[in-house]
């Protein structure tokens, strides 16, 4: 099993997570955050660090959610990992509440 960051992470990029992961499988992109399920180990450690409620369990992911397990597959491929928190974007505070975001994912 893998945890999944969804829809609510776009544009909003808070770091939180990424540091308490004991494996590394955080990816980044230009505004959102991937895993990657061949590295998750399920520990549950990044679940209550972010702060938009982006993370699930793949066995709970919030209905319309679902597309994000292929996407964090497929961007965990591509994107290089992070291992420290940084700042987030200037403008995430606008984009928590925002939803339907993934027109605006940058890859």
């Known amino acids: 099993m893998t945890f999944v960051v969804t829809e609510a992470c776009i544009k909003c ?6 540091e308490v992961c004991p494996v ?13 399920p061949d590295e998750c180990i399920d520990c549950t450690l ?15 992911l919030p209905p319309g959610q679902e ?20 700042d987030p974007p200037e403008d995430a505070d606008e984009w928590r509440e925002v939803k339907d975001k993934l027109k605006y994912l940058e890859r």
């Open 13 to 18: 990029k808070l770091t939180d997570c990424v």
């Open 24 to 36: 590394d499988c955080f990816h980044e992109g230009p505004n959102f955050l991937v895993i990657d």
């Open 46 to 60: 990044c679940e209550p660090e972010c702060p938009v409620e982006a993370i699930y369990s793949e066995d709970e």
């Open 67 to 86: 597309s994000y397990l292929e996407l964090n597959a497929e961007l965990s491929q591509e994107w290089p990992v992070i291992t420290e928190m940084k």
